[in-house]
């Protein structure tokens, strides 16, 4: 834990982590929810975030003289490649039958993400260029998200063109504020932000960021994309 900071500042954080697992449980239990992959996808998920909470608690994310950094190595890129399997092993049994309305709706939750990551710069730990009031614009994909759900999905159709377009637009801006958070880690790679760097990420509850949160959220960009180029609307 972090010495310091305010502990609603982790306590909503911690809310927020669960609140986007569970919008993706919602998603799994609403269609597919006896199938093995959402089975295995249930207990890893389970399991993940016990594990990165255990890493970062021991101190595990905090040496960053490696190359590439451990929050990358151990947090990101397991996720990244979770991503891929199931994309690769259970894409007709899994992705292709997850609601798309909750896979829009899932994105409210980077409101409270980019909430939280104002208030870590304001104790300074991560740098101004991760917040709204520097080059993160990612807030506007949570206020938008409800209003692209009413826009896209009223009146019993869907609007495959807005839902593309605004999934597209979206992913650009969390891919900006990932570059950025990558960049601003202090380790070996740093670009930005020496004077304020992003160690924030290395301590628990905030490693479930770049471990859990944002995998899915990509996760649903991803699968929300590949519904819709393959005219499914459901």
Do not use: C
């Not at 982590?17 to 389970?46: E, N």
């Not at 990101?76 to 092993?89: C, K, M, R, T």
């Not at 801006?173 to 601003?184: E, F, H, K, R």
């Not at 990420?201 to 699968?223: E, G, N």
């Amino acid at each position: 834990m972090i010495e310091n900071l305010p502990g609603y500042v982790s306590i909503t954080f911690i809310l927020t982590t669960f609140l986007t697992v569970g919008f993706l449980i919602y998603a799994i239990r609403q269609k597919i929810f006896d199938t093995l992959p959402s089975k295995i996808l249930t207990a890893l998920i389970a399991f993940w975030l016990i594990f990165q909470a255990t890493l970062a608690l021991g101190g595990f994310y905090q040496r960053m003289d490696v190359v590439p950094p451990r929050v990358f190595a151990f947090g990101v890129l397991p996720a990244i490649v979770l991503i891929a399997l199931f994309f690769i092993l259970f894409r007709k049994n899994f992705i292709e039958r997850l609601p798309l309305k909750t896979l829009t709706l899932l994105h409210v939750i980077r409101i409270p993400v980019e909430i939280v990551l104002l208030w870590l710069f304001q104790n300074g730990l991560v740098p101004e260029a991760m917040t709204f009031e520097g080059r993160n614009f990612d807030i506007l994909s949570g206020i938008t998200a409800p209003i692209v759900y009413w826009a896209a999905f009223r009146a019993g159709r869907t609007n495959r063109a807005l839902l593309t377009a605004w999934n597209i637009f979206t992913l650009l801006l969390l891919l900006n504020i990932v570059t950025n958070a990558v960049m601003a880690l202090p380790s070996p790679m740093q670009q930005i932000a020496f004077d304020q760097p992003n160690i924030a990420v290395t301590y628990f509850p905030f490693v479930w960021l770049p471990s859990i949160v944002v995998p899915i959220v990509l996760f649903s960009h991803i699968a929300s994309l590949w519904k819709l180029y393959k005219g499914q609307t459901g």
